[in-house]
């Protein structure tokens, strides 16, 4: 498994990979008309490109065979109020597309979290 930081040039991607592993996740919970309406305001090309851009916010993408199978976005400086620390990082999404859970992804992905963490010299998760 190989992972990646996003970049801008991932926004189409990530906006198929977001919507896809968020209706997996949510659909049977939720009605039709909300997950459609949480899908299209958050994970259009355009959201997508400019959550790529933002400063201190990080995407790791999950590839097996070049193939996007999960990803995870961190964001540095979190101000939510559950998460201590003098520098700190949030795990705002951590995804694995259906098939792939139980395959090692999220673990994968947790491992490169907190690698990413330890880089930038966060004392808090």
Not at 63 to 81: D, I
Request: net charge negative; aromatic share 8%; glycine share 8%.
């Amino acid at each position: 498994m190989n992972i990646r930081n996003g970049n801008t040039g991932d926004a189409a991607m990530l906006s198929e990979l977001g919507a896809k592993t968020f209706y997996d996740t949510f659909a049977k919970d939720n009605t039709p008309e909300n997950i459609r309406l949480y899908v299209t305001n958050s994970f259009s090309t355009e959201i997508q490109f400019n959550e790529l851009s933002q400063p201190g916010t990080l995407f790791l993408i999950a590839e097996l065979e070049n193939k996007p199978v999960g990803y995870a976005k961190l964001k540095m400086n979190s101000r939510e109020e559950s998460i201590r620390g003098t520098k700190v990082i949030e795990i705002e999404r951590i995804y694995a597309i259906q098939e792939y859970i139980g395959r090692g992804v999220g673990k994968e992905l947790m491992q490169a979290c907190i690698h990413e963490a330890r880089q930038k010299g966060c004392d808090s998760i």
